[in-house]
Nanobody, 118 residues
Framework: QVQLVEAGGGLVQAGGSLRLSCAAS????????MGWYRQAPGKQRELVAR???????TYEDSVKGRFTISRDNAKNTVYLQMNSLKPEDTAMYYC?????WGYGMYSWGKGTLVTVSS
C-alpha cells in the first residue's frame, strides 16, 4: 500500500521560503516520476513540479526559477524548496507519482498547507 506524507507547510510572508517534504512508503521515489501538486481554494489541483527517475525536472511556468524539486533516495523522500513565495502560492500542497503526466496515480495524502501573506 502506497502512503505519501507531506510536511513542512506553514504561514510565511511574501518573499519568504519554505521547504516541503514528502515521505513515501510502498513506492520507491528513485525509480518513479514524482510530482508536487497544489490546490488553491476554489481551484483545481495542478502539477507544479515533477522529477523523473533520471533526475530531469519540469516546472509550471509560474514557479520556474523560484521552486526546486529534489529527492533523497536513501530517505525515500521528495522535497520542494520554495523561494520568493507569493500570495498566489497559497494552497494545499500534495505529492504523488505523476502518471499520467499531470495526474497523481495513487490516493492523495493529507497534504500540507502553505499560506503566504502579503
Amino acid at each position: 500500500q502506497v502512503q505519501l506524507v507531506e510536511a513542512g507547510g506553514g504561514l510565511v510572508q511574501a518573499g519568504g521560503s519554505l521547504r516541503l517534504s514528502c515521505a513515501a512508503s510502498g513506492i520507491m521515489v528513485s525509480i518513479n516520476t514524482m510530482g508536487w501538486y497544489r490546490q488553491a481554494p476554489g481551484k483545481q489541483r495542478e502539477l507544479v513540479a515533477r522529477i523523473t527517475s533520471g533526475g530531469s525536472t519540469t516546472y509550471e511556468d509560474s514557479v520556474k526559477g523560484r521552486f526546486t524539486i529534489s529527492r533523497d533516495n536513501a530517505k525515500n523522500t521528495v522535497y520542494l524548496q520554495m523561494n520568493s513565495l507569493k500570495p498566489e502560492d497559497t494552497a494545499m500542497y500534495y505529492c504523488n507519482k505523476d502518471f499520467p503526466w499531470g495526474y497523481g496515480m495513487y490516493s492523495w495524502g493529507k497534504g500540507t498547507l502553505v499560506t503566504v501573506s502579503s
